[in-house]
């Protein structure tokens, strides 16, 4: 499976952005997508994750302003973020569970690149 991720970019206070992310060689819609994300200096984290039947998980920091979707038809998983901080700074990845649960704590076999999100204030 590979994944490739796009949509980041430098954006002010208060803007949204929407990424984008796109498997394709042996994925199946059945397998969990989720996004995390690495700030300079700090651990990888969870964001947000989807199963198939678009359930989803959010990390509960991230509140309201994180909406993850998914369309199985584009094997695409979408995270659209509002009201953005400085605090939102990060590389953001998208990955794959193919045990089909999406949670922070479940295991993501696959990763893509990442797309960079950058936040002035």
């Known amino acids: 499976v590979q994944l490739q991720a796009s949509g980041g970019g430098l954006v002010q206070a208060g803007d949204s952005l929407r990424l984008s992310c796109a498997a394709s060689g042996r994925f199946h819609n059945t397998y969990a997508m989720a996004w995390f994300r690495q700030a300079l200096g700090k651990e990888r984290e969870f964001v947000a994750g989807i199963r198939s039947t678009a359930d989803t998980s959010y990390e509960k920091t991230v509140g309201g302003r994180f909406t993850i979707s998914r369309d199985n038809s584009k094997n695409s998983v979408f995270l659209q973020i509002h009201s953005l901080k400085p605090e939102d700074t990060a590389m953001y990845y998208c990955?794959?569970?193919?045990?089909?649960?999406?949670?922070?704590?479940?295991?993501?076999?696959?990763w893509g690149p990442g797309t960079q999100v950058t936040v002035s204030s």
């Open positions: 990955a794959v569970d193919v045990t089909g649960f999406g949670k922070p704590t479940s295991p993501y076999d696959y």
